[in-house]
T-cell receptor, first 111, second 114 residues
C-alpha cells in the first residue's frame, strides 16, 4: 500500500513561470519530508526538506509547503528554468532513515 | 571527492545466475540503503544497514541478500530467486556529520537479465 502519492505523473510549464508539484501521504507518523530531483540514468539528488514542526521551508528558487492536517505537501519552483526538467520525487520518513517515496512527477520546462 | 560509487553502470546476466552489485561510500556515513526503481514507479527499499555487521529487510527483500562487513561497503546480491530482477538499482547512505534523514544516492546500476 503506497503511503506517499504523487498523483500527477507529468507537468509541463513555461520557462520563467511557477512549477507546483504536489504530494499526499497517508501515514500520520511521518515527521520529515524531502524532495529529490532525478535525471535519467542517474541517482536522485537531494533538493529540499521540511520537518513536521514547520509549514514552510525556502531555499533559493525552491519552496516546500507542508499542510499536516491535510497530509499534503507541495514544492514550488520559481522561476522555472530549462535545467529544472527532471523527475521529482517526494519522500517521507517516520523513523531513522527509512524513506517512503512517491512515484515521481516528470517536469518539462519549455522555452 | 566524497561520494557514493556504484559499479558497474550497466550489467547483463543470464536468467538463473546470481549477480552482485557494488556500492562504496567515503562519506563516513553509518547508514546505507539499497533501492530498486522500476519504470513509472518510485524507489522501493530492498535492504538497509545502520551499522557494520547489521542489516534489516526493507519492503521488497525477497530474492536479495546483502552484507555489511565494512562501514564503506554494502554489496547487494540479486539471486536467482528474484522473479523480476531487471531494474535500476540505487544505493544510498546517510548519517555521519550529515542528517540521517537526508540520503545521498549513487549513480545507480541498471541490471538486465536476459
Amino acid at each position: 500500500d503506497q503511503q506517499v502519492k504523487q498523483n500527477s505523473p507529468s507537468l509541463s510549464v513555461q520557462e520563467g513561470r511557477i512549477s507546483i508539484l504536489n504530494c499526499d501521504y497517508t501515514n500520520s507518523m511521518f515527521d520529515y519530508f524531502l524532495w529529490y530531483k532525478k535525471y535519467p540514468a542517474e541517482g536522485p539528488t537531494f533538493l529540499i526538506s521540511i520537518s513536521s514542526i514547520k509549514d514552510k521551508n525556502e531555499d533559493g528558487r525552491f519552496t516546500v509547503f507542508l499542510n499536516k492536517s491535510a497530509k499534503h505537501l507541495s514544492l514550488h519552483i520559481v522561476p522555472s528554468q530549462p535545467g529544472d526538467s527532471a523527475v521529482y520525487f517526494c519522500a517521507a520518513t517516520d523513523s531513522w532513515g527509512k524513506l517512503q517515496f512517491g512515484a515521481g512527477t516528470q517536469v518539462v520546462v519549455t522555452p | 571527492d566524497g561520494g557514493i560509487t556504484q559499479s558497474p553502470k550497466y550489467l547483463f546476466r543470464k536468467e538463473g545466475q546470481n549477480v552482485t552489485l557494488s556500492c562504496e561510500q567515503n562519506l563516513n556515513h553509518d547508514a546505507m540503503y539499497w533501492y530498486r526503481q522500476d519504470p513509472g514507479q518510485g524507489l522501493r527499499l530492498i535492504y538497509y544497514s545502520h551499522i557494520v555487521n547489521d542489516f534489516q529487510k526493507g519492503d521488497i527483500a525477497e530474492g536479495y541478500s546483502v552484507s555489511r562487513e565494512k562501514k564503506e561497503s554494502f554489496p547487494l546480491t540479486v539471486t536467482s530467486a528474484q522473479k523480476n530482477p531487471t531494474a535500476f538499482y540505487l544505493c544510498a547512505s546517510s548519517g555521519g556529520q550529515d542528517s540521517y534523514n537526508e540520503q545521498f544516492f549513487g549513480p545507480g546500476t541498471r541490471l538486465t537479465v536476459l
